[in-house]
């Protein structure tokens, strides 16, 4: 039976997102739970794994395409199984979306054939989209168009002025220069035949790392990775829409040192302060579920679960991978749960429910020697926390002069969805848990 592949949502806002390639081709074997596509979405630049095994087929939709969510953009299907007739887009609507986006759609540039009733193999599809041939112009001795006689073509031709002619790549070197926006032909292949290999491509990324760096510390601009651009519009467009205001609060944080070494006794994972800090916004968000509420198309939303995310600094931009039901989980199950969300970003490897679903973010730069900051709401969330270093300080503690661990939390609320009063409360609940962990309880 027929499994549809669509363009998936995000966010409770989101109405498209952007194919950036396809990992697998038409025709290919498929297995459930294997990456198939790389999208881009209002969040991140994301994998999107198979939901059955079976063949890839029925392909409609082409890199650097916009897509409605919930869009049927290919299938995966049986051995021999036909893509159903009824789920078929019309070749009409198809070509529309696809002169939308400014993509040539693959069936309008390469599909037709010059011989009413030759049949095309899915993989002599792909090859010919790759070089962007006109399957026209291919000559077959038989009814079929195959992957020879395309690579034939490309053979012959290859001499001509402004053909590209046979690139040859291995598939992972192809989904890597994909995935990191090089083109291969830009690349020196140390493969047989010069074939660009996945080495030759990670060579290339890293050289032109270091070229961005020297391009930033000179002064001169560069080109940005897709999830940075991702980041930078989501950013900038909450900034511009979203009434912030924003709750500072100092607290005594000696009983997170004494809970973080507690915690710590108890298990092999490294326990962090943004576990603690994890757990007690996650308990504070089940007592104030106006925190735990989104801004949607002029309504509030409260969430019925509360799932806290991470925000993460990677190589490529900021992404916030989310712990699902984190007021469920022990110190210790979160601890583990981020140090896998975590290690995912920043290998490039989050999957589509590592992002999905999140009801309220923590931003902690601690780590980075920061004091204190102010962070941008993440939409469609009401509310974000930034959270700093732990500093000691001299402070009158009990009528007594004492040196004390502090920290700074910041609140950033979405004044549409939370007031001050509403804001403050919150926050308050969140610093009577770190002051005195055995409150959560």
């Known amino acids: 039976m027929a499994t549809k592949v669509i363009m998936p949502a995000l966010g409770m806002a989101q109405e498209t997102g952007k194919l950036i390639a396809w990992l697998k081709k038409e025709g290919e074997s498929v297995t459930k739970g294997e990456p198939i596509m790389e999208i881009e979405t209002d969040k991140a630049v994301v994998e999107y794994d198979a939901a059955a095994s079976g063949i890839l087929g029925g392909v409609t939709a082409v890199a650097g395409q916009e897509i ?22 019309p070749a009409k609507e198809s070509s529309t979306a696809a002169e939308k986006s400014g ?10 054939s010059s011989k009413p009733g030759t049949e095309i193999s899915p993989v002599a599809r792909n090859v010919a989209r790759e070089h962007n041939i006109d399957l026209n112009q291919i000559k077959t001795e038989g009814s079929r ?15 001509q002025a402004g053909f590209p002619g046979l690139l040859p790549a291995s598939p992972k070197a192809r989904r890597l220069a994909a995935k990191h926006g090089l083109d291969l032909e830009t690349i020196s292949g140390s493969g ?13 990324a890293v050289r032109l790392e270091q070229v961005v760096r020297q391009s930033a510390i000179s002064g ?12 930078a519009d989501r950013l900038a467009e909450a900034w511009r829409t979203i009434p912030h205001f924003y709750l500072e609060r100092e607290i005594i944080a000696s009983q997170m040192v004494v809970w973080r070494e507690s915690a710590q006794r108890s298990t092999e994972d490294k326990i962090t302060y943004t576990d603690l ?44 991978p989310v712990i699902p039901n984190t007021d469920e989980l022990s110190v210790k199950e979160i601890a583990s749960r981020r140090a896998g969300l975590v290690a995912r970003a920043q290998e490039g490897r989050l999957k589509l429910q590592d992002i999905q679903g999140g009801t309220f973010t923590i931003s902690n730069l601690g780590m980075y020697g920061v004091d204190g900051f102010i962070a941008i709401v993440n939409p469609p969330q009401a509310a974000i926390l930034a959270v700093g270093k732990i500093v000691d300080k001299v402070m009158s503690v009990d009528g007594q002069v004492a040196v004390v661990p502090t920290l700074k939390l910041t609140l950033s609320c979405d004044h549409r969805v939370v007031d001050g009063a509403i804001g403050a409360r919150f926050l308050a609940q969140i610093a009577e848990y770190l002051e005195d962990p055995l409150r959560i309880l």
């Open 277 to 320: 800090l994890t757990k007690a916004v996650a308990a504070a968000l089940k007592h104030h579920p106006r925190v735990n509420a989104s801004w949607i198309e002029g309504e509030i939303l409260i969430n019925d679960g509360v799932h806290v995310g991470l925000a993460v600094a990677t190589a490529d931009g900021l992404v916030v």
């Open 192 to 204: 047989p035949d010069g074939a660009v290999l996945t080495t030759d491509v990670l060579a290339e």
């Open 220 to 231: 001169q601009p560069f080109a940005m990775s897709k999830a940075w651009a991702v980041m």
């Open 145 to 159: 168009i195959r992957k020879a006689d395309v690579l034939a073509f490309i053979e012959g031709h290859a001499d």
């Open 103 to 112: 993509v040539q759609h693959p069936e309008k540039a390469h599909v037709e």
């Open 68 to 89: 409605p969510v919930g869009e049927v953009v290919a299938w995966i299907l049986e051995p021999g199984e036909p893509v159903p007739e009824e789920l078929v887009r």
